[in-house]
């Protein structure tokens, strides 16, 4: 697989704490946003998304926040493990299409 | 990982050179795109398309064109490669049933030189 040595902002976490990953947006008029993971030489995973109407959104250990006001998304980690390591995009869906434009992304390092 | 092919996985060229890059899916998907990755960059839309010879610019679509001739491949070109075009690769797809969530390849790495 294919990986990007990428100059990103990082966020180390011990293992077994919380992570939040945080996200800045510029298209108002996204439909939706999206998170997704991509670990060293994969292509990105999807993760989680959440609807413009919506505030917050759970998933499997995962929790997405929206706020419209400020243009913010982010991502919480429950419980980070080893294999939440990786670097994490937020997307955002304009309304009325399906391209995703991406952020530029956080690395996540897991500490044990 | 979804029936998503990239072919080659990696390819060094020469400067003025064309290049054809190819995603190949298994997975009857609609929808189909080409980013590049790059430092400080994150994932880039290149073009897409949402169906049979029906295909759109993304954000930095200049020196690339894209062909679809059926719905399994979405073919990537470079007309005349530069440096500035060394990067990594990757096609992902989308059944349009769910907006968002987007399948990727493993990626291209392309060098020109």
């Known amino acids: 697989g294919e990986s990007v040595g990428l100059h990103l902002p990082t966020l180390s976490v011990q293992e077994g704490d919380n992570s939040i990953i945080n996200c800045a947006y510029s298209?108002?008029?996204?439909?939706?946003f999206i998170w997704y993971k991509q670990e060293s030489g994969k292509g990105p995973q999807f993760i989680i998304d959440?609807?413009?109407?919506?505030d917050k959104r759970q998933g499997q250990r995962v929790t997405v926040l929206l706020n419209k006001t400020v243009k913010h998304l982010s991502l919480q980690i429950a419980a980070t493990q080893p294999g939440d390591s990786a670097v994490y995009f937020c997307a955002e869906n304009p309304l009325g299409t399906y391209k995703y434009i991406f952020g530029t992304g956080t690395r996540l390092k897991v500490l044990a | 990982d979804a029936g998503i092919t990239q072919s080659p996985r990696h390819k060094v060229t020469e400067t003025g050179t064309p290049v054809t890059l190819r995603c190949h899916q298994t997975e009857n998907h609609r929808y189909m795109y080409w980013y590049r990755q790059d430092p400080g960059h994150g994932l880039r839309l290149i073009h897409y398309s949402y169906g049979v010879k029906d295909t759109d610019k993304g954000e930095v679509s200049d020196g690339y064109s894209v062909s679809r001739s059926k719905t399994e491949d979405f073919l990537l070109t470079l007309e005349s490669a530069t440096s500035s075009q060394t990067s990594v690769y990757f096609c992902?797809?989308?059944?349009?049933?769910?907006?968002?969530?987007?399948?990727f390849g493993q990626g291209t790495r392309l060098t020109v030189v």
């Open positions: 298209n108002s008029a996204s439909d939706y």
């Open positions: 992902a797809i989308s059944d349009g049933r769910s907006p968002t969530e987007a399948f």
């Open positions: 959440i609807r413009s109407n919506m």
